[in-house]
């Protein structure tokens, strides 16, 4: 007889166990930090029903910062959201119900912070074209060089090859044949690259001209130019 009551007491915890006797262990995520405004989505999807029915999911919001409003969007969700409306701690509690057991309640955390602080760049101010570099004119005024250059094109181990480019303009109301020349000087005062450029130029026109120098200098003789000076244009 004390048999049997051992077996039916074995055969009664099975039994139970298999119905859902056991309490369903609660699981509501980790803690989260987000910023104001965000919606944070809350998880309970890792929480066990321990050989019960489908889980029953109940939250509750037990502590929020003062003056806060915010509400769960659905509070019987296994992953309801909310959207905090103040900064500071938020903390929800979860049960949850295996139709056998109800849990004990498990606790969450969400930190709201103050969004960072979006900055706008300045527009920037609005420029204007730089007024262009004047480098010779004729008696006139109306005729000028301007936005001058000397471009490298090409060194070897004994000399250098390079070019003038700028832009000249005929603001007259006539045709200008215009001829000038340009020199490389040193810090001596000596001219290295002596360049001519003639151009003819109708009423109004404008051109950017390059010119490539017909002088080959060597390394030394092009690397010791520091300045590069331009005659007064004689207009014919």
Known sequence: MKALKSW???LLIVGLAACGSLPPEPDAGENQTV???????????GSDRRNGEPLKYYWTIIAAPTGSTAQLSD??????????????????ALVVDNKWHESE??????????????????????????????????????IILTDFAAVELWRNAVEVSHKLAFVIENKSAARANIETYIH???????????TKISA???????????????????????DSIVAWEIDPLAVY
């Open 8 to 10: 039916l007491c074995i």
């Open 105 to 142: 309640p498990v606790e969450v955390k969400v930190t709201c912070i103050a969004a960072p602080a979006i900055t706008t760049p300045a527009e920037p101010a609005p420029t204007e074209n730089p007024a262009p570099t004047v480098f010779a004119t004729d008696p006139s005024g109306e």
């Open 184 to 194: 490389g000087m040193t810090t001596d005062g000596l001219s290295m690259s002596t």
């Open 35 to 45: 910023t104001l405004g965000k919606t944070v989505t809350l998880d309970a999807t």
């Open 200 to 222: 003819g130029l109708d009423p109004g026109e404008k051109r950017l001209s390059q010119i490539s120098s017909a002088t080959k200098l060597t390394i030394e003789e092009f």
């Open 75 to 92: 509070p019987n969700s296994a992953t309801p959201a909310f959207t905090p409306d103040r900064t500071g701690a938020y903390t929800f």
